[in-house]
T-cell receptor, first 115, second 117 residues
Framework: KAGVTQTPRYLIKTRGQQVTLSCSPISGHRSVSWYQQTPGQGLQFLFEYFSETQRNKGNFPGRFSGRQFSNSRSEMNVSTLELGDSALYLC??????????????FGPGTRLTVT | AQTVTQSQPEMSVQEAETVTLSCTYDTSENNYYLFWYKQPPSRQMILVIRQEAYKQQNATENRFSVNFQKAAKSFSLKISDSQLGDTAMYFCAFKEYSGAGSYQLTFGKGTKLSVIP
């Protein structure tokens, strides 16, 4: 079974631009979560989507948004990029609704650099 | 919100030796799940081991085992017969229920483990 895939793997943007990152979960997984990883703040939860609905959101400004499609693929968008948005963005998928199954499986991440 | 603390920013171990990584957490929940994830230089986050809080038996996965002390809110990872491929950042994570059927992982800051030949 294929793992979680994220595209693109690397991205360089300038301040003020916007960016869209994509995540394809493991087949059968309906939950997709996004995390931001920086050296200073570590891993921080952004949001989770399940069946095309945002089910949970972390403490990030409204510039960070996302969506999920009917095939469970998810996109994350960051508008008006700031230097501090430079980070590794990780996507994780899980079944999301299977009792007793709680593991999240991570993709390889998208390295975003804002200049 | 729950907190997860990894008090050892960096550790090193000789190849074939045993090393223990520490993790403590704070929660008022009774039923929860804990995980150790490994992130090698490739940046791919890999699940190493999981522990259900309601299980008294410590989880084991080949060379990896945990020492789960629920009363002390401690969840340490023991790596036996360390191999060069174990060199990575190790993150302790707590599964937190956020309502509406949603769960999120709260991570510690990580421990950078270096296995020395």
């Amino acid at each position: 079974k294929a793992g979680v895939t994220q595209t693109p793997r690397y991205l360089i943007k300038t301040r003020g631009q916007q960016v869209t990152l994509s995540c394809s979960p493991i087949s059968g997984h309906r939950s997709v979560s996004w995390y931001q990883q920086t050296p200073g703040q570590g891993l921080q939860f952004l949001f989770e989507y399940f069946s095309e609905t945002q089910r949970n959101k972390g403490n990030f400004p409204g510039r960070f948004s996302g969506r999920q499609f009917s095939n469970s693929r998810s996109e994350m968008n960051v508008s008006t990029l700031e230097l501090g948005d430079s980070a590794l963005y990780l996507c994780a998928s899980s079944f999301g609704n299977v009792q007793g199954v709680y593991e999240q499986y991570f993709g390889p991440g998208t390295r975003l650099t804002v200049t | 919100a729950q907190t997860v603390t990894q008090s050892q920013p960096e550790m090193s171990v000789q190849e074939a030796e045993t090393v223990t990584l520490s993790c403590t957490y704070d929660t008022s929940e009774n039923n929860y799940y804990l995980f150790w994830y490994k992130q090698p230089p490739s940046r791919q986050m890999i699940l190493v081991i999981r522990q259900e809080a309601y299980k008294q038996q410590n989880a084991t996965e080949n060379r990896f085992s945990v020492n789960f002390q629920k009363a002390a809110k401690s969840f340490s990872l023991k790596i036996s017969d360390s191999q060069l491929g174990d060199t990575a950042m190790y993150f302790c994570a707590f599964k937190e229920y956020s309502g509406a059927g949603s769960y999120q992982l709260t991570f510690g800051k990580g421990t950078k483990l270096s296995v020395i030949p």
